[in-house]
């Protein structure tokens, strides 16, 4: 039975949330979990680290590189950790060598950029380097780095008359410049997330990967946290005008796999759908892992039945402010979930 939408359903939710646990942060020694970054997506963010801190998230003192096919999201991505970081206080540098973040699309999604935090980098030096010498005014809180993407970053060498023949300037580069950043990313506890390109391994057999990333094999290595994004679906909008059906693609479904993970388990995997105007649509996804995993078979809030399309359940949540208690409910139903996955193994002695 479809809920009385005259009576505000936040009134029914108030004792409902759940209390902050965190769990212990010892297990896994990269990252400062004092403070996390959400992502955008309460999936995603739990996939990432929903076992160490409740709600997950990024935390400051790590290296993350997303990758994956073209149009799957990851200048979004980069787009909503990068205005997390602004709202809770943090600075960013967003570096774009691509040229292709617009300031008015950023600022749909939330973040805001100028002429002193967006700049366009041409070598790899030209990233890594400012970085020492970086002092943002809060160390307090956990300031970003963002790149978007390393393969768009070339070399002195390249650039200049002779040219790089053999084209192993940039991967070594990579490899000098992680070296020397990663100890000053965690000792300054800043959060530095890079997007990368994928490319095709000719030659590779059944047992090896058939992909990479641009940067050499320091890529596969010095990230702490490794993404890899890919689309699954498009957003379809249907509309009748003038008496007929008029057809918009508005958006994509994407699924990020934790492809590699030394601040939680690996291998974990969410789906994010993503709007062309709006950014990372939490309600959606998050109304659809409730209807998904709980005994309903329609889109609910607390038990509390919201409406059988999941356009107009949206609608509910956003009209009535009860974007943290879908939050706490969804983070709640995974956390139960994943508990059924425990080893509840002994302590090693």
Aim: hydrophobic share 35%.
């Amino acid at each position: 039975m479809i809920r009385d939408k005259q009576t505000p359903l936040s009134k029914q939710m108030k004792d409902k949330i759940a209390k902050p646990v965190v769990k212990n942060t010892e297990e896994y020694p990269d990252g400062n979990f004092n403070k996390v970054i959400s992502t955008g997506s309460t999936l995603l963010d739990l996939a990432i680290s929903g076992g160490r801190v409740r709600g997950g998230g990024l935390p400051g003192g790590i290296f993350v590189e997303i990758f994956g096919q073209s149009q799957s999201g990851k200048t979004i991505f980069l787009s909503e950790v990068a205005g997390e970081v602004q709202r809770q206080g943090g600075e960013i540098i967003y570096y774009d060598p691509e040229a292709r973040l617009d300031p008015v699309f950023a600022k749909m999604i939330g973040l805001t950029v100028n002429e002193k935090n967006h700049l366009y980098p041409d070598t790899v030096p030209e990233i890594f380097a400012p970085i020492k010498k970086w002092q943002p005014e809060n160390s307090n809180v956990i300031n970003g780095i963002f790149a978007d993407s390393l393969a768009a970053l070339s070399t002195e060498l390249e650039m200049s008359e002779e040219g790089d023949p053999y084209g192993t300037r940039r991967a070594k580069e990579f490899s000098e410049w992680l070296r020397k950043t990663c100890r000053i990313v965690q000792d300054k506890n800043y959060l530095m997330v890079c997007s990368n390109q994928i490319r095709q391994i000719i030659g590779a057999t059944q047992y090896q990967p058939k992909t990479s990333t641009t940067g050499g094999k320091a890529m596969d290595f010095y990230p702490s946290l490794r993404l890899i994004s890919t689309v699954t679906k498009k957003h379809k909008v249907e509309v009748k005008f003038a008496g007929k059906e008029v057809e918009r693609i508005v958006g994509i479904r994407t699924e990020v796999e934790v492809y590699k993970s030394s601040i939680w388990k690996p291998y974990h995997k969410a789906p994010v759908s993503i709007i062309f105007d709006y950014g990372v649509d939490n309600t959606r996804e998050s109304l659809q892992f409730i209807k998904d995993y709980s005994k309903f078979s329609v889109y609910t809030l607390g038990g509390e039945t919201l409406d059988k399309s999941l356009n107009e359940s949206i609608k509910i949540i956003e009209d009535e402010n009860l974007e943290h208690q879908l939050r706490e409910e969804v983070i709640d139903l995974w956390t139960e979930i994943e508990s059924k996955f425990d080893s509840n193994r002994k302590p090693k002695r």
